[in-house]
Nanobody, 122 residues
Framework: QVQVVESGGGLVQAGGSLRLSCAAS????????VGWFRQAPGKEREFVAA????????NYANPVKGRFTISRDNAKNTVYLQMNSLKPEDTAVYYC???????????????WGQGTQVTVSS
């Protein structure tokens, strides 16, 4: 069983940066793939980025490639999402999720946080 809690969201102007954190507790977090997803009002939840359990593999959705970076520190049981060059269309609730498979599909992730709001003003 793993519990994850997101933090670091907020209001930022377009072009600015934020770093989200996903802090985990529970058993063997370092063996889980972690994904970030987001959901904007009126839209479905979408994949943003994922990182393998070792951190050796990462994957990004096309809209965020080159702007977002996912990383992890297994000693701290924490995964980060560095978001640069933010755009108004990045506005959403961002969720962290842990799972046993390195995939982009949300229903393959077992453990979810409550989300953190990111708002980018134009």
């Amino acid at each position: 069983q793993v519990q994850v809690v997101e933090s670091g969201g907020g209001l930022v102007q377009a072009g600015g940066s934020l770093r989200l954190s996903c802090a985990a507790s529970g058993d063997s977090f370092s063996r889980y793939t972690v994904g970030w997803f987001r959901q904007a009002p009126g839209k479905e939840r979408e994949f943003v980025a994922a990182i393998s359990w070792s951190g050796s593999a990462t994957n990004y959705a096309n809209p965020v490639k080159g702007r977002f970076t996912i990383s992890r520190d297994n000693a701290k049981n924490t995964v980060y999402l560095q978001m640069n060059s933010l755009k108004p269309e990045d506005t959403a609730v961002y969720y962290c999720a842990a799972g046993t498979k390195y995939v982009t599909v949300s229903n393959m992730y077992n453990y979810w946080g409550q989300g953190t709001q990111v708002t980018v003003s134009s």
